[in-house]
């Protein structure tokens, strides 16, 4: 695998995942305050139905969780590196007639690892500390009601503490693709070695749970990259077809590229520095948070590409239009569609999602 500039920099990333925190705050709109039409904006809904309801406080509203069967979560960047200890602060009225709960799914990877019964309270606050095993890289807060009985939730506070002594660690079941890892056993997968692209945020060594290592894939394929599950995952190592990646895609070894060429992390269209029939290959783009250099190509916004020659942005090309996929990334390099693929800063916002140039280009 091919890790001589990501591994460069694996210090300003491991500094860099410091932070994943606001001042020590780790959920967005404790207040529900934040509404997309009739459902809310940063909590996702994950089955049932909510309505906005009023609260104790005139001033204030809350998220009644409504049916016999309801749950809103909220994926969280905390992992690791900014602590083990949270206090999950809440304040509800809970009819006895229903049953609320919080789960802890560490990893956000679909599995709830601990659960918290809600006591039977109105408007009561109540506390829970949370001692989470190290490495973690992201945690998904499940808030559940099941049962007829009125739920409704006025606040919600989850914030880095120090006081979980004596507590029982909550250790994730094993790890999915992409997570922070120390050994095999670790990992659903049963393998936990070096990171196909830059480690996760939990990771103090650079080791990831990967699907596959070099030599172990069937015929026909390589142990190639795979892009994240989760945006508090990072990308993997998987067994993947021979040269079924376009140029522009991340990478880790040539023999996944089309082209037959990975350069850096991303399949290229030539080696860097090399001479080529315009001038000198050069990444066409310098993007992200990392400053990370782009897919490879000859001579990158020179507009000297003829048609059908391999291009990473328009201005790669004499005729200016490079055809192809456009290619989005997130300020850490990973693919993505919108900012819901994105990691999440100490602004507890997800980061951009911006066009970089285009997949699997050719001049017109």
Known sequence: MKH???????????????GATDCGQITRDEGFDLWC??????????????????????????????????????????????????RFDLTANVAETAEVTLGVDVEGDGTIDHVERVPTATWKPVSFRLLVKAPYDGIRFELAKRGEGTAILARIDAELANDCAGLTPIVATQRPDGASCTTGADCASGTCSMAAF???????????????????????????????????????????????????????????????VCEGSYCSACRTDAACAHGTCRPAWTYGFFGLPGPVVCAPGEAKGAAGEACATDNDCASLHCDGTARKECDDGRACFDRDNCPVGSTLEPGECNLVGVQGGRCR
């Open 4 to 18: 001589s500039i990501l591994y460069a920099a694996f210090a300003v990333v491991a500094t860099s995942q410091l």
């Open 198 to 260: 830059l480690p996760p945020g939990g990771s103090s060594d650079a080791l990831a749970c990967n699907e596959c290592t070099t030599g172990s894939c069937g015929a026909g394929e390589t142990c190639g990259y795979a892009e994240p599950l989760a945006p508090v995952l990072a990308g993997y190592s998987d067994c993947v077809a021979l040269g079924s990646h376009q140029l522009a895609e991340h990478c880790v070894v040539d023999e996944e590229c089309a082209s037959g």
């Open 37 to 86: 039409g009739n459902q809310l904006c940063v909590w996702k809904l994950v089955r049932g139905d909510v309505r906005r309801a009023a609260t104790w406080h005139d001033a204030d509203s809350g998220v009644e969780l409504l049916g016999n069967d309801t749950a809103i979560s909220q994926l969280t960047s905390v992992n690791s590196f900014d602590g083990e200890c949270i």
